[in-house]
T-cell receptor, first 113, second 115 residues
Framework: AQTVTQSQPEMSVQEAETVTLSCTYD???????LFWYKQPPSRQMILVIR??????QNATENRFSVNFQKAAKSFSLKISDSQLGDTAMYFC??????????FGTGTRLKVLA | NAGVMQNPRHLVRRRGQEARLRCSPM?????VYWYRQLPEEGLKFMVY????????ESGMPKERFSAEFPKEGPSILRIQQVVRGDSAAYFC?????????????FGPGTRLTVL
């Protein structure tokens, strides 16, 4: 079965600190894409960062970076210099085939002032 | 370039009524996907459509749910005889092609509440 596991239902971090959200997945595919989405209270799904599985270099987008360990099937998200606007649900997802996203159950992140 | 549009944003129905959710993909996108998000869960794939064709409906409940993407007009997700368990957020996404390199762009979702 192709699954995504986010083992941290809730996390909190102080403003300006760094936090890491964990994600593991399971697939027999060799090539796929991985994503982190942010879902604020408005429920809009906002793409934070994406990683191509065949690329060894970890993706980075401003304060957001990933630690992609393909052999371990791990894809964690690091948020540096956390801001109040980062408060949201964060979903890890991947596409193991051609189009069907598989999502995790999410991590609720709260940034504290 | 406008993003994926969904309407209505909020829909309230009584048990037994019909719900019709609309999705207009981004310009130039011919692939549409519907996902459902139950409370406190991630999004779950329902159906994948191209113009006038259902490509994969493996995530759709067998009864009461149907989807279409006509040659003209938006994609429609239709739920007949709604029940309380249908209360969820329904997201539409679109892409210009298929293949995992083609990122899907999500609409803002329709939140369906069944009384």
């Amino acid at each position: 079965a192709q699954t995504v596991t986010q083992s941290q239902p809730e996390m909190s971090v102080q403003e300006a600190e760094t936090v890491t959200l964990s994600c593991t997945y399971d697939t027999s595919e060799s090539n796929y894409y991985l994503f982190w989405y942010k879902q604020p209270p408005s429920r809009q799904m906002i793409l934070v960062i994406r990683q191509e599985a065949y690329k060894q270099q970890n993706a980075t987008e401003n304060r957001f970076s990933v630690n992609f360990q393909k052999a371990a099937k791990s894809f964690s998200l690091k948020i540096s210099d956390s801001q109040l606007g980062d408060t949201a649900m964060y979903f890890c997802a991947f596409i193991p085939g051609t189009y069907k996203y598989i999502f995790g159950t999410g991590t609720r992140l709260k940034v504290l002032a | 370039n406008a993003g994926v549009m969904q309407n209505p944003r909020h829909l309230v129905r009584r048990r037994g009524q019909e719900a019709r959710l609309r999705c207009s993909p981004m310009k130039g996108h011919s692939h549409v996907y519907w996902y459902r998000q139950l409370p406190e869960e991630g999004l779950k794939f329902m159906v994948y459509l191209q113009k006038e064709n259902i490509i994969d409906e493996s995530g759709m409940p067998k009864e009461r749910f149907s989807a279409e993407f006509p040659k003209e007009g938006p994609s429609i997700l239709r739920i007949q005889q709604v029940v309380r368990g249908d209360s969820a957020a329904y997201f539409c996404a679109s892409s210009p092609g298929t293949g995992s390199a083609n990122e899907q762009f999500f609409g803002p979702g329709t939140r369906l509440t069944v009384l």
